[in-house]
């Protein structure tokens, strides 16, 4: 996940998110990504 940066608008994605939700959805895709790792 290095230097990840979101293109264009994918599917799902939120740019003005209120902060917990963002969060919420942050650690989401991070946690998702470790585990498809």
């Keep these: 996940?290095?230097?990840f940066k979101p293109?264009?608008?994918p599917r799902?994605?939120?740019p003005?998110?209120?902060a917990p939700l963002g969060n919420a959805?942050?650690?989401l895709c991070v946690f998702?990504?470790?585990l498809d790792r």
């Design 1 to 3: 996940m290095k230097g």
């Design 32 to 34: 998702l990504a470790i």
């Design 16 to 18: 003005l998110l209120p």
């Design 7 to 9: 293109r264009g608008k």
């Design 12 to 14: 799902g994605f939120e």
């Design 25 to 27: 959805k942050l650690r």
